[in-house]
């Protein structure tokens, strides 16, 4: 966007989510309150809650805006549901990291997580997402996910029309499942036939469809459309086919030009590396354990794994080409079990995988996606 400095590109190995006891969670806690006015409500009944991390602050996400997230910023997302077997409320909290979110914001993200978890006596399993290699258990949650350039300050609730700098979505989809829109460069060039694209500006939405695009392409780009246009009421969207070639597409080819003079785009591909698809490897069970005074890991087996390889005095890593899990024992220290996120982090960092998901879960909290990896 026109007007803000480029981020240099993230790299997750540089990153550092082990910040408990660092100037970031003293600066948190000279924030916070006694109590967080956030978690008033937090977890009363089941639904998903999403706040966004501010200033070392928590504030609550319009719900209008769910599966909105910005690069520039973390938040923190829970899910609460029932137990299938009884009343008891049961939940998933995760927090998320853009790609250009600052080392104090997602920190505080972490931070936070922890503390929320607290609140609901320890029962949530806790998550680490980041953007683009969300876990399949986060991307359910919502029927589309928009990654937005910049940060919420600069979206479209916080700019009047005269100062609305224009916006290009390319959607993307292997299937109506994977379907994804992710925000690129105002810019004829990144225009293709081969997906479809949504131009926002002051007044108006075009949904280009090209003429290579796949349905479960313009399915997405639908709900995308009526997503944006609750955000702006006011909005005249305007579909744009590509086979066409009529007024209606010379008027959407007009608009993409005058965007282009008024936003000053980098074009490069943020997003190349993260499109590839993970290979394939053998799972791998790490244990960790602190019994000799440091933080040590060592790797227990690969490939078959099973629950007997599970013992309650230490806490696990099991690593998959598409996850990290952490098994945390009943019978660990308290060190341990309190750390089991910066653990994931630490570990990862090590690895050629720094961005996978990361799924923490106590002994006897064990999910069916944990599950489902150690039987395949």
């Given at each position: 966007m026109s007007g803000l400095v480029k981020a240099k590109k993230y790299d997750w190995k540089d990153s550092n989510l082990a910040l408990f006891g660092s100037d970031t969670e003293k600066s948190v806690k000279k924030a916070a309150a006694e109590t967080e006015p956030a978690w008033?409500?937090?977890?009363?009944?089941?639904?998903?809650?999403?706040?966004?991390?501010?200033?070392?602050?928590?504030?609550?996400?319009?719900?209008?805006?769910?599966?909105?997230?910005?690069?520039?910023?973390?938040?923190?997302?829970?899910?609460?549901?029932k137990d299938e077997d009884s009343d008891k409320l049961l939940y998933d909290v995760h927090f998320w990291i853009g790609k250009e979110s600052t080392q104090d914001e997602y920190g505080t993200a972490a931070y936070k997580t922890v503390e929320l978890d607290t609140l609901l006596d320890d029962v949530p399993v806790q998550h680490r997402e980041v953007q683009h290699h969300e876990s399949v258990l986060f991307k359910s949650y919502f029927k589309n996910i928009a990654y937005w350039k910049g940060g919420a300050d600069t979206g479209f609730r916080h700019v009047a029309p005269e100062q609305f700098k224009p916006r290009l979505?390319?959607?993307?989809?292997?299937?109506?499942?994977?379907?994804?829109?992710?925000e690129v460069a105002v810019k004829r060039s990144k225009i293709t036939s081969d997906d479809v694209f949504?131009?926002?500006?002051?007044?108006?939405?075009?949904?280009?469809?090209?003429?290579?695009?796949?349905?479960?392409e313009k399915y997405k780009a639908c709900g995308v459309m009526r997503e944006l246009s609750s955000q702006r009421p006011k909005t005249e969207q305007i579909i744009v086919d590509e086979e066409e070639n009529d007024d209606t597409l010379r008027e959407f080819w007009e608009a993409v030009?005058?965007?282009?003079?008024?936003?000053?785009?980098?074009?490069?591909?943020?997003?190349?590396?993260?499109?590839?698809?993970?290979?394939?490897?053998?799972?791998?069970?790490?244990?960790?354990?602190?019994?000799?005074g440091s933080l040590q890991f060592s790797e227990v087996k690969s490939g078959d794994?099973?629950?007997?390889?599970?013992?309650?005095?230490?806490?696990?890593?099991?690593?998959?080409?598409?996850?990290?899990?952490?098994?945390?024992?009943?019978?660990?220290?308290?060190?341990?079990?309190?750390?089991?996120?910066?653990?994931?982090?630490?570990?990862?960092?090590?690895?050629?995988t720094p961005f996978l998901p990361v799924t923490c879960m106590k002994q006897g909290q064990e999910t069916k996606a944990f599950r489902t990896a150690i039987a395949a």
């Open positions: 008033k409500q937090a977890g009363k009944k089941p639904g998903l809650q999403i706040w966004r991390i501010n200033k070392f602050k928590v504030e609550t996400w319009p719900t209008d805006e769910y599966g909105s997230f910005y690069q520039g910023d973390s938040y923190i997302i829970l899910n609460t549901y979505l390319q959607i993307t989809a292997r299937s109506r499942q994977q379907a994804q829109a992710k949504i131009l926002v500006t002051s007044d108006k939405l075009y949904q280009f469809n090209g003429k290579s695009c796949n349905k479960d030009d005058a965007a282009d003079q008024l936003v000053d785009d980098d074009d490069e591909d943020e997003y190349a590396d993260n499109d590839k698809e993970t290979r394939r490897v053998d799972p791998k069970l790490v244990r960790l354990s602190d019994s000799g794994i099973g629950m007997k390889d599970f013992k309650a005095q230490d806490v696990f890593l099991l690593h998959t080409s598409k996850e990290l899990f952490v098994w945390i024992g009943g019978r660990t220290s308290e060190n341990e079990k309190s750390n089991g996120i910066p653990y994931a982090h630490k570990y990862l960092c090590e690895t050629s």
